[in-house]
């Protein structure tokens, strides 16, 4: 095969000099186009720091002893605590971690462990998806007509646990897909050195998967908790909210987020100010519970 | 470090001078010195580790897109050090191309993966004229002139790899740098990319990497051989050039006994 | 010859029967609970049909173009809370994925050290963790009288535009949608961020190899490489927007009048729903759970579409 070959650079715009021209039009649009860059990141963790600022000023000043052991104070009264409230958020909270996560890590390790390939394994992940992309607010209707207004708890409507139902379908897609996930990481020689000791299928998991998986799953679940802790909208008619002390798990009971919200909307500054509290202490929660998170999943990476 | 120096009387391309690369306080390679000629084939060889893929990577500052990469001494190109505060190394890079070890044809036609080299260039000719000269010249124009407007990625490996060099040559750089372009591919594809290497060396300065030493001794007009050493103290090896010369010298009368040993198949 | 000694020491070799059973009860146990996901979908679904069943009945398709919903007259509409619903997750999403995009590129591209990427990653997925609720708080007290002169504005000089026909006065459409976009800001910033660092480092370097700059590489090469993991986040995000419920609820002004103004109070399903199930009763209800099966079937679509599309992704690369 022979090609001709034209003289070099022929049609190419004349050989420029090696160094660097701020003028021209690429060097231009390239100093443009960071400085577009570089602003749009600087407004979007603009918001973040905004919002730590004020919950950490307006609601930091309120933080007394009386604020964690005193009850909210009657419309147009002034003073009193969230105590109830905070009380509330941990038990509605652990309702939700206590039968989300056996839930979702049992099913993570069916999907995992028993039929990654299957087409069941494929439909739940598929319905996994779409549960954890269902609305926060509809996982409350849901509960609203399938326990609040048939009275199931003990002829009770509003209670805590119907509350901590209603956040615990949120956080079951996530505990399932870390579960399935972290499983996956686990390396497939730790499964056969199992079962070549002949050890069953549910020591090999119970002991040596699950154990081996579990930085990734405690990292997801930590998440899950947190982000559960600072839910409202699955709460507002659910659990509902109340003045008092909790009552037990089948009454009515006060968290936090719906606190936050039934005070912002109210005319009183007491109230304003409870809420600007509770948002300071839910805030710094749950920013924990993310660092923590993060420290676990750096533990595995070190 | 002994460099030797019977460099032949030809026009030199590129100039190394005193060139040490280190990956954050590692030093991969050390103290290189040579003169590459322009219009010839040079093939880098040596073991793995020895640093020739990264001496090839700093001829085009492709060096720079990785982190904490820093490079000492002096890459003289066209009478500018490459490495100078002034340089643009995206200039450095349109007038020497590279090739690189696993075929990445972008995620476009295979009609506008060479197009798209041309206009950023400033093409300013008959783009469908330059598009078949590009293909025929890295001998894929057979296997592509049906199929254009489809995805590069459509191609076989060792099209894929053509395409990339026609991708490379449609730019007409002045320096092709080749980074093991061979060694994903089938023994019929790297003959023909042989062949493309031939016919390219008329009209471009063609630098390889290559672990095959047939392939060296098939396409090279001149040939450095680099090794590596443990350092006193370090973790890891230092890699430096041994020998550069002829590749007929490199493979029948080295002058080093390291370049013997691993010639001759002895370690390596 | 083994001596009996050995045998006996190893009691489990021939396995008892409680083990195999606890074995096989246990993978049906794991069975069920990973089915428990189908069930809790198809109970959502029944659920909230069954409760929308006697709106349906009533009302019918006519409930998506009526805007009137007047508890007084038991005459439900819900195309005020289904346009606000579209128009705030929309609107919020044209502000925010150019941001988000931005952002993600500024944190993938070696523009500033990597340790102060890190962070800016980091700070970003922090924001993500903000209770919603406590944004809204925020949105009441802080950023809308911030705003309120730029929107008033607006009104003044853009007043001859139906989006801003009217005077700002506190809670309304474009508060909302300002909150929105900080709320889903942090979905499209990570999800573009990993579809942008999945991009091949190969393709990255022939990008540079053949001469581009920074910017026509990521224009050129890395954006379109990445295009439909993006995509899938941006409709993850959008699903996002749609079901979002609190800070909007709390800034939007919960209006059941329709307004073209943006700058007006307005409405959307969900906060609709926030707002009005706990003090419903009757056909009211069954009309809110009608509104709930309607915000539940476009954010199923949407979702379902972004899956297709990540989907899709994986088969190329």
């Known amino acids: 095969m022979t090609v001709t070959l034209p003289p070099p650079s022929s049609q190419f715009q004349e050989r420029r000099t090696l160094l660097y021209q701020p003028g021209l039009k690429r060097n231009r649009f390239n100093r443009i186009c960071n400085a577009i860059a570089a602003t749009f990141a600087l407004i979007a963790i603009l918001p973040l720091f905004l919002v730590l600022f004020y919950v950490l000023i307006q609601g930091g000043r309120l933080i007394s002893p009386r604020l964690f052991t005193e009850l909210p104070p009657a419309p147009g009264l002034s003073g009193g605590g969230i105590g109830n409230a905070i009380l509330g958020t941990i038990l509605v909270t652990v309702i939700a971690t206590a039968i989300s996560v056996p839930v979702g890590v049992g099913g993570g390790v069916y999907l995992a462990e028993y039929s990654s390939r299957g087409w069941f394994a494929q439909f739940v992940r598929f319905g996994n998806d779409v549960l954890a992309g269902v609305p926060s607010i509809i996982s409350g209707v849901f509960i609203y007509g399938l326990i609040v207004a048939t009275r199931f708890f003990f002829d009770q409507s509003y209670s805590a646990m119907a509350g901590g139902i209603a956040l615990a379908v949120l956080m079951l897609p996530t505990v399932i897909k870390t579960t399935d996930e972290g499983l996956k990481l686990v390396p497939q020689e730790l499964r056969w050195g199992a079962y070549g000791v002949g050890a069953s299928r549910f020591v090999t998991i119970t002991r040596i998967t699950l154990p081996a998986a579990l930085t990734p799953i405690a990292t997801g679940v930590v998440l899950a908790i947190a982000r559960a802790a600072g839910e409202t909208a699955p709460l507002i008619f659910t659990a509902l909210f109340s003045p008092f002390w909790p009552e037990g798990v089948f009454n009515p009971i006060a968290t936090m987020s719906v606190l936050i919200y039934n005070f912002a909307i109210m005319p009183y500054e007491a109230q304003n100010e409870l809420a600007w509290a509770a948002s300071f202490v839910l805030v710094i929660l749950i920013l924990a519970a993310n660092l923590l998170a993060r420290w676990i999943s750096h533990l595995t990476k070190a | ?268 | 010859m083994r001596s009996p000694s050995t045998i006996d020491a190893f009691t489990l070799r021939r396995r008892p029967p409680a083990e195999k059973l606890t074995d096989i009860g246990f993978r049906q146990l794991t069975l069920v609970l990973a089915g428990s996901v189908a069930v809790i979908l198809l109970a959502i679904f029944l659920t909230v049909f069954q409760g929308a069943h006697e709106a349906i009945a009533t009302f019918g398709l006519r409930f998506l173009t009526s805007s009137s919903w007047n508890p007084v007259n038991s005459q439900y509409g819900a195309f005020v809370a289904i346009y606000g619903t579209l128009v705030t997750s929309i609107l919020s999403l044209l502000i925010a994925v150019p941001l988000g995009l931005g952002t993600a590129i500024f944190i993938t591209e070696d523009l500033i050290p990597r340790r102060l990427r890190e962070v800016i990653g980091l700070m970003v997925e922090l924001l993500a963790a903000i209770p919603s609720v406590v944004l809204g708080l925020w949105a009441i007290f802080v950023m809308e009288p911030a705003i309120r002169p730029a929107l008033s504005l607006l009104h003044r000089t853009l007043g001859w535009m139906p989006f801003f026909s009217t005077e700002p006065q506190g809670p309304g459409t474009a508060p909302a949608v300002l909150i929105l976009v900080v709320m889903v800001l942090p979905i499209i910033t990570a999800i573009s961020r990993d579809a942008l660092n999945q991009v091949p480092v190969e393709l990255r370097q022939g990008a540079y190899g053949v001469g581009t700059t920074r910017w026509g590489a990521i224009f050129n090469v890395i954006l379109p490489a990445a295009v439909s993991a993006i995509t899938g986040g941006v409709m993850l995000a959008l699903g996002r927007a749609m079901g979002e419920t609190m800070a909007v609820t709390m800034i939007i002004g919960n209006s059941l009048n329709f307004s073209f103004s943006l700058l007006a109070p307005g409405n959307t399903i969900s906060s609709m729903l926030a707002n009005q199930f706990g003090e419903a009763d009757g056909i009211q209800v069954s009309a809110l759970m009608y509104a709930a099966l309607i915000l539940m079937v476009l954010t199923f679509i949407v979702n379902v579409m972004a899956q297709w599309i990540v989907r899709r992704l994986s088969l190329r690369y």
Request: aromatic letters at 8%; one cysteine or more; charged letters at 25%.
């Open chain 2, 1 to 268: 470090m002994t460099t030797s120096s019977t460099t032949v009387a030809t026009d030199v391309c590129m100039s190394l001078q005193d060139v040490t690369i280190s990956y954050g306080s590692f030093e991969a390679v050390k103290n290189v010195y040579m003169d590459l000629p322009r219009g010839r084939v040079t093939a880098f060889i040596g073991p793995s580790g020895c640093g020739k893929t990264t001496v090839l990577r700093a001829l085009n500052r492709m060096n720079d897109l990785i982190p904490g990469c820093t490079l000492k001494g002096r890459v003289i190109f066209d009478q500018h050090d490459l490495y100078d505060k002034r340089v643009d190394p995206v200039e450095v890079r349109r007038r020497i191309g590279m090739v690189f070890q696993k075929p990445n044809p972008f995620p476009k036609s295979i009609y506008e993966n060479i197009a798209f080299g041309a206009r950023i260039n400033g093409y300013r000719g008959d783009m469908d004229e330059l598009v078949e000269r590009s293909l025929r010249k890295a001998a894929v124009w057979d296997e592509c002139k049906d199929k254009l407007q489809e995805s590069g990625f459509s191609l076989s490996g060792g099209q894929q790899q053509r395409l990339c060099i026609a991708r490379a040559i449609a730019t007409e750089p002045e320096v092709i740098l080749m980074d093991e372009p061979c060694s994903a591919l089938d023994p019929i594809s790297t003959l023909k990319i042989e062949e493309t290497m031939h016919e390219l060396k008329r009209s471009y300065t063609i630098i390889i990497v290559t672990h095959n030493m047939q392939q060296a001794v098939r396409v090279a007009d001149m040939t450095a051989f680099f090794n590596a050493e443990a350092v006193e103290g370090g973790s890891g090896k230092v890699g430096y050039l041994v020998e550069f010369n002829n590749t007929e010298n490199i493979f029948n009368s080295p002058s080093q006994q390291s370049t013997l040993d691993y010639v001759s198949g002895r370690f390596g």
